[in-house]
């Protein structure tokens, strides 16, 4: 078996020139293209990358090849060749807008039961598993599934004319409507599947595939394959145990590319788009540290006359000001397409006062300065995506950047009189 080249990129940004043999570019680009043309994957069409690949494989020099993942970090394994796709921020405070967001548990709770260390994609495999056999050992939920059976004594509903048939047929049995109480459920099915890919991963290390395993031996014989609406399962009272399993299992099946049984080489991922679940944790950040009654929420509208639709991250009240989050390093000047893009929504929502925010890998960061188009006022506010400063601290430097905006506005009398504005 050839040893395994392992090379490690930097989301959205081109690697250096790659010796990359014709199979293993085909598995590359095969890959990308499977994993856009699933709307589920990225999230909504709006968030796939312009030439509708997540892998993208550009001509270099001397014949090498350079490669780029757009607004993903995760693994991917075609042959021999394994690329693990880092952050363009430090991962502590990706980790952070992720907690935020929503779309992981608190790693402070049960989560740190795994090496802090270890890659994104790994965390996220081990944080499904050591979940799971914390959710295993309190005990698996049971729940009524509706079934249709030819049974020997009558249940629920009965189909009389499949029964007499039966009958006439020599076969003492009522087909009958009912309901068995099992573990066949859809949160149950959802860690089955999750536990699989983590089995059948080739990136992973041996321990934590024999975990995986384990899992699925204790499940296999009790729970079916998965359905397609069990994704969508949701958490009741009594199920509330099961959260953080199935919010970490959800993100193992959808961000998992399965093993590909045609093309010229074999490949495998495990990628997280990046963008949507910052955005929605700056907009979760915001809104906790306003006021009650002042809310902020993405909002899509559509321009008249057309088709055509914007859609802002931030918007904040009734149209008293928007903004927008860019999942981009900012360099301290303004990005012409990010501030056209702004003002655009400001026009379409009739407000004045807009801002953009970016990220830095300053530990001071100094914004983009404040500018009119027209009459349209925008400011850029700004993460200090760095190391030495920690994820919280920066949150709060950023809810300092956004009362003190709120309050210029305030100051400026563009509110109405009614609108709660914190001082």
């Not at 989560?111 to 965390?123: G, I, M, N, R, S």
């Not at 990136?203 to 934590?208: A, E, N, R, Y």
């Not at 014989?221 to 397609?228: D, W």
């Not at 303004?334 to 501030?339: H, Q």
Request: glycine share 6%.
């Amino acid at each position: 078996m050839p040893a395994i080249r392992q090379e490690t990129l930097t989301e959205s940004r081109d690697s250096d020139p790659r010796d990359l043999d014709a199979e293993t570019v085909a598995a590359l680009r095969q890959l990308g293209q499977r994993l856009a043309s699933q709307s589920s994957w990225w999230g909504n069409v709006g968030d796939e990358p312009s030439d509708s690949s997540a892998v993208r494989c550009v001509p270099a020099e001397s014949g090498k090849w350079r490669l780029r993942v757009d607004n993903a970090v995760g693994v991917i394994s075609v042959a021999d060749l394994q690329i693990a796709v880092e952050p363009k921020i430090p991962r502590s405070h990706l980790l952070h807008l992720f907690e935020r967001s929503g779309a992981i548990p608190r790693t402070e709770d049960q989560l740190t039961l795994v090496e802090p260390d270890e890659p994104l994609w790994k965390l996220v495999m081990s944080w499904f598993i050591a979940s799971t056999e914390l959710l295993m050992r309190r005990g698996l939920m049971r729940d009524y599934t509706p079934v249709r059976a030819d049974i020997p004594l009558v249940r629920g509903k009965i189909h009389a004319a499949h029964t007499v048939l039966n009958v006439f047929r020599g076969r003492i049995l009522a087909d009958c409507d009912f309901e068995e109480f099992e573990l066949d459920t859809p949160l149950n099915r959802l860690l089955l599947a999750a536990a699989r890919v983590v089995a059948g991963s080739p990136v992973l290390d041996d321990l934590l595939r024999r975990r995986a395993l384990h899992i699925v031996g204790r499940l296999d014989e009790i729970v079916g394959e998965l359905q397609p609406d069990d994704l969508s399962a949701s958490i009741e009272r009594r199920t509330h145990h099961y959260a953080d399993a199935t919010t970490l299992a959800r993100h193992v099946i959808r961000r998992s590319g399965r093993t590909l049984s045609h093309g010229v080489a074999t490949s495998w991922s495990f990628l997280i788009p990046t963008p949507i679940m910052i955005e929605e944790g700056i907009r979760r950040i915001i809104q906790h540290a306003l006021v009650p009654g002042m809310s902020v929420v993405k909002q899509g509208r559509q321009l008249e006359g057309s088709n055509l639709t914007v859609n802002p991250d931030l918007v904040f009240g009734s149209n008293l000001a928007l903004g927008d989050v860019k999942y981009k390093i900012s360099s301290g000047a303004w990005n012409r397409a990010d501030l056209y893009e702004v003002v655009s929504f400001a026009a379409a929502f009739r407000t004045a006062h807009a801002i953009l925010i970016t990220f830095s890998p300053e530990h001071d960061p100094i914004p983009a300065p404040a500018l009119k188009v027209g009459d349209i006022a925008v400011s850029e506010l700004t993460w200090a995506a760095n190391t030495a400063i920690t994820p919280r601290e920066a949150e709060d430097a950023l809810i300092s950047q956004v009362l003190t905006w709120m309050s210029d506005l305030r100051d400026h009398q563009v509110l109405s009189l009614g609108a709660q504005i914190p001082t």
